[in-house]
């Protein structure tokens, strides 16, 4: 079994372009916008600057992936055979708590834990993007610190603490938005807590 798996790389800058912006033609009289997800020709550029589409080929396949091009897309992608299958079998389980919103016996609105699991790799993800992308910069020596529990709301966005081995103090990233996926962070709201450990 075969795992195609698209990427953030177009063939040309004109393919993002139409990916992102759409494609306009001539209709009789009129102009007819089609396809697209809502972006204007200036926003690639940056996206391109920032790091988040690239044009050309991607440099970081992995072993024995058959790059292709997304034909109405200009965008790549590329298969791996039962890469996927294999690492998820190994792959360990994470307990975490799952906070719900549930109504209690007074009819008032609260939230409730229930137990939650997720992938090692998914954790993994997680915790090393929220220590390069946000909490780096601070002098934090990490060592001194436990693995970080996680919290989820309605696994809509969690919730990253790491407690001091020995003060109990604590350094939280909370309202952390994630790719269910791949545990990349979209965006996190703050981190708090004492940094003069």
Same mark, same amino acid.
């Given at each position: 079994? #075969?795992?195609? *798996?698209? !990427?953030?790389?177009?063939? !040309? /800058?004109?393919?993002? $372009?139409?990916?992102?912006?759409?494609t !306009?033609?001539?209709?009789?009289?009129?102009? $007819? /916008?089609? &396809?697209?997800? &809502?972006?204007?020709?200036? %926003?690639? %550029?940056?996206? *391109?600057?920032? &790091? #988040?589409?690239?044009?050309?080929?991607?440099?970081?396949?992995?072993? &024995?992936? $058959?790059? #292709? $091009? *997304?034909k109405d897309e200009g965008r790549y992608q590329y298969?791996?055979?039962?890469?996927?299958? #294999?690492i998820l079998a190994r792959d360990s389980w994470v307990k975490c708590e799952n906070y719900v919103? /549930?109504? %209690?016996?007074?009819?008032?609105?609260?939230?409730?834990?229930?137990e939650f699991k997720i992938r090692r790799s998914f954790y993994d993800k997680l915790v090393e993007n929220a220590l390069k992308d946000y909490m780096s910069g601070f002098g934090i020596d990490w060592n001194q610190y436990f693995e970080p529990e996680i919290a989820f709301f309605d696994? *809509?966005? +969690? +919730?990253? /603490?790491?407690?001091?081995?020995?003060? %109990?103090k604590e350094i939280a990233l909370t309202a952390i938005y994630y790719d269910d996926k791949t545990g990349d962070i979209y965006q996190a709201g703050h981190n708090y807590g004492n940094l003069e450990l």
């Amino acid at each position: 079994m #075969s795992l195609m *798996i698209g !990427t953030s790389n177009f063939v !040309t /800058r004109a393919a993002a $372009v139409a990916y992102y912006c759409g494609t !306009t033609r001539q209709l009789g009289r009129h102009k $007819v /916008r089609s &396809g697209g997800l &809502g972006y204007k020709a200036s %926003d690639i %550029d940056a996206m *391109i600057a920032d &790091g #988040s589409i690239s044009i050309g080929e991607p440099a970081d396949l992995p072993p &024995g992936a $058959v790059l #292709s $091009v *997304i034909k109405d897309e200009g965008r790549y992608q590329y298969t791996v055979k039962e890469a996927k299958k #294999s690492i998820l079998a190994r792959d360990s389980w994470v307990k975490c708590e799952n906070y719900v919103q /549930r109504y %209690d016996s007074n009819w008032n609105f609260v939230w409730q834990p229930e137990e939650f699991k997720i992938r090692r790799s998914f954790y993994d993800k997680l915790v090393e993007n929220a220590l390069k992308d946000y909490m780096s910069g601070f002098g934090i020596d990490w060592n001194q610190y436990f693995e970080p529990e996680i919290a989820f709301f309605d696994e *809509i966005c +969690c +919730c990253l /603490r790491w407690k001091h081995k020995q003060s %109990d103090k604590e350094i939280a990233l909370t309202a952390i938005y994630y790719d269910d996926k791949t545990g990349d962070i979209y965006q996190a709201g703050h981190n708090y807590g004492n940094l003069e450990l």
